[in-house]
């Protein structure tokens, strides 16, 4: 895909993000696991949307207006057939029309296999510029900040350094019964977005901020479920 | 200390374009009085009292004398062209005083303030850049205080010490020099050099530490600063120098607060302190928060050889204080180092040294002043002995409650010294390679602090640095441990 076209219409078009679409479009074109999808143009579409992707599968609200879309009802999990696919569209429709008008259309994904949530970001120091951040979902990055930064480039030893970094560390590696997520899936993503090469790097004026929120980390691959990328406006 | 710097045509560049900033063959002084004494006339009565070789050129507008040199009228007109111009005079005089250089100065220093600091008065600094450029001067500065330099023979701080040493130093902070200078130097620090960069609108702190990571007189690099200027070319020199010299920084508004008092100090906009932890994680950047916490780690560092095979862990504490010495423990453990117990080997060894009553011979070992006054002290060689027996610590820290060996009765023999002598004696027995620490604990009264500073300068000749509390030295320690793992990372 052509990520320059993608900033360079959502810039036109007034916007400094890039849509979830887009931006899963550009992870995938630098090698970060995003879940397949089709986008529908409304619930009419259910049936092909669900003959294309395997089941259980997520449906989403696309809009610029709505950043935070499961707070508003724009979201719906564990979709079985296309029946029921058709039903969710039309909630999700209804809700979304209670807080705007501009609906772009819907996204629907399979859902990530089960796993960690984590948190990989990179934004722009004013002082060292690109850096890149990496911490576990929810509350331990809400709540407890629970992060590691490093200064891009990166190397795989940083990497895997920012992992030992969290607190949290021991939940990842299994503790209190859980999966042991993919440490190699996390570093991986962790050079993606800000190795030598990785995104920040590679997108720098253009791209401010990236925000993978969650990564789903099972113990033998990453998806991304929702990606965030801010584009620098002039 | 530090690792060899390999000559390239760069770094010798880099080194003869500020050979004259620190050892300058001319100095001019402009803003010396004939009538009062002013931080020029200061200059000039330092640069007598470090026996400056070089010529010294007072200018002023109208005396033909001052500190009983002859003045000239301005820098444009001395009799040699000058290396290093010292210039305290009123803001709006400075750029002016600049342009009369007409390409006869290399450095000019300019200590005056109310440049940059403020807002309204940024437009001054820039004409001071400007009246630099077209005389083709590099200024250090405004508002800071000046340069020290042993080898060089000048100094703008009374009593800065003669002698020279490995540490260089840069802080933007003109007062906060003087107080590494002074405070350090009582410590035992010796310097490469220190130079104070205040609002480096022209030069500034990435500057010199380029210099200092390709000088040879400089093993280890101290930094003060609020606002580093250009961030990346900081990472840059920092992955490049690659743990070849430690480097220390204390830096300035780390927290919101701090970066309120800093914007409204030198004009810094800072960053975000995780940003800075990550940089000492990728590039062995040794942080520190406060001037004791820098002092001690500059001081190790200056004393230690840094290990890349086995970054220092296990701590061998010994000396006369248990609750110190308990307290300590955690101190240790808290900075990421261990007090472990001993094998059955030192154990055993240990036991059959029959030490007074009292005396507790595991780890930490509490050694009460009886103990510590066997065979005058060589008892410390016969326990580091026994301690080897079981393996090779990472360091040894002994402690000495200094009243006790100054206001008892038995004042027979130099106890201390004779610790450490033979404690390095059973170290070069075992050819080991163990960090040697002493902490020297006072009450603060005159007559303690006396033999204090007398025991100190006999141990650090002896090659190890001394301390004033056992936290200090857990801090130099674990900067120490920063270093050298990030050495053993490096290699792998």
């Known amino acids: ?234 | 200390m530090g690792g060899d710097v390999r000559p390239s045509a760069r770094e010798a560049g880099i080194r003869e374009r500020f050979r004259p900033l620190f050892e300058p063959r001319t100095c001019a002084v402009v803003g010396a009085s004939t009538s009062k004494v002013t931080l020029g006339n200061e200059m000039i009565r330092h640069l007598r009292g470090m026996e400056y070789g070089g010529a010294v050129y007072p200018i002023h507008p109208r005396a033909g004398e001052v500190e009983g040199l002859k003045a000239y009228p301005s820098l444009g007109e001395t009799p040699e062209p000058v290396d290093f111009a010292y210039i305290v005079v009123a803001a709006p005089q400075a750029p002016e005083t600049l342009a009369m250089a007409r390409g006869r100065v290399k450095y000019a220093l300019v200590v005056s303030s109310g440049f940059g600091e403020r807002e309204e008065r940024r437009g001054l600094q820039e004409e001071l850049l400007r009246a630099a450029r077209g005389a083709g001067v590099r200024v250090i500065g405004p508002n800071c205080l000046g340069v020290y330099c042993p080898n060089g023979r000048v100094t703008f701080i009374a009593g800065s010490p003669r002698d020279p040493g490995p540490v260089g130093v840069v802080s933007q902070s003109g007062g906060l020099g003087v107080d590494i200078v002074r405070r350090g130097g009582t410590r035992g620090i010796r310097f490469s050099r220190l130079v104070t960069v205040g609002n480096s609108a022209d030069l500034g702190a990435n500057d010199i530490l380029e210099f200092y990571a390709a000088d040879p007189a400089t093993g280890v690099i101290g930094l003060y600063t609020e606002a580093i200027g250009d961030g990346r070319r900081f990472v840059e020199i920092l992955r490049d120098l690659d743990g070849a010299k430690p480097v220390v920084l204390m830096k300035g508004g780390m927290t919101e607060q701090g970066k309120r008092a800093a914007a409204s100090h030198t004009g810094a906009l800072a960053s975000d302190g995780r940003v800075w932890r990550a940089l000492a994680e990728q590039t062995g950047l040794v942080l520190v928060d406060t001037l004791d916490e820098f002092l001690d780690a500059l001081l190790a560092f200056q004393f230690l050889k840094p290990r890349a095979d086995r970054p220092t862990r296990n701590v061998v504490m010994f000396g006369n204080g248990g609750g110190a010495s308990v307290l300590a423990t955690d101190c240790f453990a808290r900075a990421g180092l261990d007090v472990p117990r001993f094998g059955d080997e030192a154990v055993r060894l240990l036991e059959e040294m029959n030490f007074p009553p009292g005396t507790s011979i595991d780890n930490p070992i509490d050694a009460p002043g009886g103990t510590l006054r066997v065979d005058d002290g060589r008892v410390a060689g016969r326990i580091v002995d026994a301690v080897y027996a079981s393996g090779e610590p990472d360091a040894f820290v002994m402690h000495v409650n200094v009243p006790v060996f100054t206001l008892s009765y038995d004042q027979e023999a130099d106890y201390t010294a004779h610790m450490v002598e033979s404690s390095l004696e059973a170290q070069a027995r075992a050819a080991a390679r163990t960090h040697f620490l002493l902490v020297l604990r006072s009450d603060g009264s005159l007559q303690v602090e006396e033999r204090k500073i007398a025991d100190r300068r006999k141990v650090q000749a002896m090659g190890v640095p001394v301390f004033d509390e056992l936290p200090d030295a857990a801090g130099a320690l674990a900067a120490v441990r920063h270093h050298e793992r990030f050495l053993r990372k490096r290699r792998r």
């Open chain 1, 1 to 234: 895909m052509d990520v320059d076209a993608a900033i360079g219409a959502a810039l036109r078009a007034g916007r400094g993000v890039l849509d979830e679409e887009s931006g899963k479009r550009v992870l995938a074109a630098n090698g970060i696991g995003v879940p397949a999808s089709m986008s529908v143009a409304g619930p009419d579409g259910a049936a092909d949307a669900f003959a294309g992707l395997s089941p259980p599968l997520v449906a989403k609200v696309v809009s610029p207006d709505i950043v935070h879309k499961s707070d508003v009802g724009g979201v719906k999990v564990g979709i079985g057939s296309a029946a029921e696919l058709e039903s969710a569209l039309r909630e999700i429709e209804s809700a979304a029309r209670a807080h705007t008008d501009d609906i772009e259309g819907y996204l629907v994904e399979e859902m990530a296999p089960a796993g960690h949530e984590v948190v990989v970001g990179g934004s722009t120091d004013p002082t060292f510029g690109p850096v890149v951040m990496f911490g576990l979902g929810g509350i331990f990055v809400e709540v407890f900040a629970d992060v590691a930064f490093r200064v891009c480039p990166i190397a795989p030893v940083d990497a895997r350094e920012m992992i030992d970094e969290l607190k949290a560390v021991k939940l990842l590696r299994g503790a209190r019964g859980g999966i042991r997520a993919s440490e190699e899936a996390i570093v991986d993503t962790l050079l993606k977005v800000g190795g030598e090469g990785g995104m920040m790097l590679s997108l720098e004026g253009k791209v401010t901020e990236i925000d993978i929120n969650p990564l789903i980390v099972s113990g033998n691959g990453a998806v991304a479920v929702d990606a965030r990328f801010v584009l620098k406006r002039d």
